[in-house]
């Protein structure tokens, strides 16, 4: 089946369980081939020139890498979705196929930190200013606009503190200006929420996350509507950052299960933000479906889930004892790992580190920690986060 021919009335697990692929166009396996290639024959001199060949060579796409950004396609609406290397490498093509020397960037200051690093580090060198704003800024992101300005990128929710930001206002301001508007969309995946639908251009994932689902893939995506399109293929294919054909193939079996496990990851995650938000020694739970979150508003107003990955701020007002508890906390874990990324199986928390952040500040009654909460049973990872705790007290 095509994208064309595909009900969209049918539910999100139907058509993460049949995108991408159709049977019938390779022998009736259930699954597509993967396609390991540099290079592609074509039957005749007059053909290599033509350009009507559908594959030409590797850089450029195959069986499997079309399978799964169709799949990605379908999912986020979007005109079309290339599949690169990282999802890091997916945040910066949206940069390198908008922007160019002499235009501004604004970037939330919630951001994803290696984001960051790029606009400084990279965009920098080549003329490109940027500016970082307010996650809470909405409507208002009017006053930063400059006639220079080609691009707003957002982050909803934000890294490690999940500030979130009203998309569609923004949106619409940035296009008033002729600005293009991308998203990092890694947190709710296109299930639980869907950019194009609020007026996003470009919508890019870390699909090392939730969509790969085993820690052990690395692999981004970028998706974009009609206007931005054009851009980002072009872009994609001058910097040659293609998926690996593994990959992209491990990527669109882990779409098959993705509902499932984003909805235990949800329910589970909300379960312990839930008896967090009481418990001795914390003094914040950050998560966006908690009624307590400054931006719940929001979320419930655009989103349609949420995922497995929240912080919990210790209460440890005293700066200097702030990293000692936060350590005995990590320490006295047995089921979480500690270890950076997350949307896999397993149980992960990490110490977060906001010192780049220079307008969302820290929270100031203590340090935060990032929970990625897995497919395990709650009870035992509610045991194992109550131990992290008490170490925290006494330490
Ligand atoms: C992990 C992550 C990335 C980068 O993905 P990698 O595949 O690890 O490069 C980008 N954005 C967000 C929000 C992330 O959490």
Not at 122 to 128: D, Q, S, T, W
Not at 230 to 255: E, N, Q, V
């Amino acid at each position: 089946m095509s994208k064309t021919d595909r009900p969209s009335s049918h539910g999100v697990n139907t058509r993460l369980a049949h995108s991408g692929h159709d049977p019938k166009s390779f022998f009736g396996f259930v699954n597509p081939p993967v396609v390991h290639a540099s290079t592609v024959l074509f039957p005749d001199a007059a053909t290599m020139v033509s350009r009507d060949q559908k594959y030409t060579y590797g850089t450029h796409g195959t069986p499997t890498t079309d399978a799964l950004n169709t799949a990605i396609d379908e999912l986020e609406g979007s005109e079309g979705t290339v599949a690169v290397p990282s999802g890091l490498a997916a945040v910066t093509l949206p940069f390198m196929a908008a922007l160019s020397a002499g235009d501004h960037l604004l970037v939330v200051d919630s951001v994803y930190s290696p984001t960051r690093n790029f606009c400084a580090g990279m965009l920098a060198r080549f003329g490109i200013e940027t500016t970082y704003y307010d996650p809470a800024i909405g409507a208002g992101i009017d006053s930063l606009m400059r006639p220079n300005t080609k691009l707003v990128h957002t982050e909803a929710p934000g890294s490690n503190t999940f500030e979130m930001q009203d998309i569609p206002a923004i949106a619409e301001v940035a296009h008033a200006h002729g600005a293009l508007v991308s998203i990092d969309n890694t947190w709710a995946t296109p299930l639980y929420f869907k950019p194009l639908d609020h007026g996003v251009d470009i919508s890019i994932h870390a699909a090392t996350k939730y969509p790969a689902g085993h820690s052990d893939i690395l692999i981004g995506t970028v998706s974009a509507n009609k206007t931005a399109w054009p851009a980002i293929k072009r872009t994609f294919s001058m910097l040659g950052i293609c998926a690996g054909p593994d990959d992209a193939y491990m990527t669109l079996r882990g779409l098959r299960t993705m509902g499932i496990r984003l909805a235990r990851h949800q329910e589970s995650a909300l379960t312990i933000a839930r008896a967090l938000e009481t418990m001795p020694g914390v003094a914040r739970v950050l998560h966006p479906a908690l009624e307590s979150f400054p931006g719940h508003a929001l979320w419930k107003r655009d989103f349609c889930g949420s995922s497995g990955i929240f912080s919990i701020v210790l209460d440890v007002a005293d700066p200097a004892r702030q990293q000692r508890k936060a350590h005995a906390f990590l320490d006295a874990l047995e089921i979480f790992g500690l270890g950076y990324s997350w949307g896999g199986y397993e149980s992960l928390a990490v110490h977060a580190n906001l010192s780049d952040r220079t307008i969302a500040l820290p929270p100031k009654e203590g340090p935060v920690i990032r929970l990625q909460i897995g497919l395990e049973d709650v009870e035992d990872l509610m045991v194992d986060i109550e131990r992290g705790l008490a170490a925290a007290r006494s330490a």
